[in-house]
């Protein structure tokens, strides 16, 4: 497989208990799949190392499924420079956290980890200081088929005096995971857009102003505002919900946590 026909996604599988959570990924973002532990040379089973070694330049971005330790021990040797090293994320194999854990910023790891979490109802797991010191996270809820350039005036709007360079994440719904605006718009300003299931925006049942239409359209209080706080849990709720134009927009700011004074 050459890098001019490869796919841009490879998934590598350490188990074969990977399998399930590899193809419903697969079925999700496409990519090609390796089963290291079926490879051998002379009856003689190859260290699943060297075979990653192998592939590793193959594709631009990789899913691994494992631990984070194997990840790091596959990698040794093999990272030359953030501009072009493949990107690689880790989900562990009950499918709980996408961990973007190389070439996050420039090789797209992060929205890697935000497409898988997206896909399978898992944690991005972000840590580069370019995403990390963003405090804000925009919740979204809005009508179908609103536009691009609705959803930006009800979040431009909701922001006030803040910028949209201060925001980390959008979150929403599942329901309106693939709605054409809300994905033009995370895509314009380069935001990750995280996705909550029904069930989970059910559970955190508070919101300052429930709405009828979406109770009754949704099947929620609202969407806008748990999706937010659900996505910081230790951020604090500055901007209520807020229409405009058939869009809800409320913004939750994290908070850091404050280190004790030892000397007290």
């Not at 998934?11 to 496409?30: D, N, S, T």
């Not at 709007?157 to 360079?165: F, M």
Request: proline share 5%; glycine share 8%; charged share 15%.
């Amino acid at each position: 497989m050459s890098n001019l026909t490869a796919p841009s996604l490879g998934i590598w599988l350490v188990r074969a208990e990977a399998e399930p959570l590899a193809g419903l990924l697969q079925q999700h973002l496409g990519g090609v799949c390796y089963r290291p532990w079926l490879t051998q040379v002379d009856g003689v089973e190859v260290s699943q190392k060297a075979q990653f070694a192998q592939y590793y330049r193959q594709h631009r971005q990789w899913l691994l499924l494992g631990a984070t330790g194997i990840a790091v021990r596959f990698l040794e040797g093999l990272p030359k420079d953030k501009h072009v090293d493949p990107a690689l994320v880790v989900v562990d194999e009950a499918g709980r956290f996408a961990i973007s854990l190389l070439a996050g910023h420039e090789g797209g790891a992060n929205q890697l980890a935000y497409r898988v979490a997206a896909a399978i109802g898992a944690v991005p797991v972000i840590t580069t200081a370019t995403e990390a010191i963003k405090p804000l996270v925009v919740g979204i809820g809005c009508r179908k088929g609103v536009s691009v350039k609705q959803i930006s005036a009800a979040v431009v709007a909701a922001l006030g005096q803040r910028s949209l360079a201060e925001v980390r994440e959008i979150a929403t719904v599942d329901l309106k995971a693939n709605e054409p605006g809300l994905l033009a718009f995370c895509q314009q300003h380069g935001l990750p857009l995280r996705v909550f299931s029904h069930a989970t925006v059910a559970a955190r049942a508070w919101v300052s102003q429930a709405s009828a239409w979406v109770q009754q359209n949704v099947g929620l209080d609202g969407v806008c505002e748990p999706c937010a706080l659900i996505a910081a849990p230790r951020g604090a709720l500055i901007v209520p919900k807020t229409a405009l134009n058939g869009i809800a927009v409320a913004i939750v700011e994290d908070q850091l946590i404050e280190v004790p004074n030892q000397q007290e």
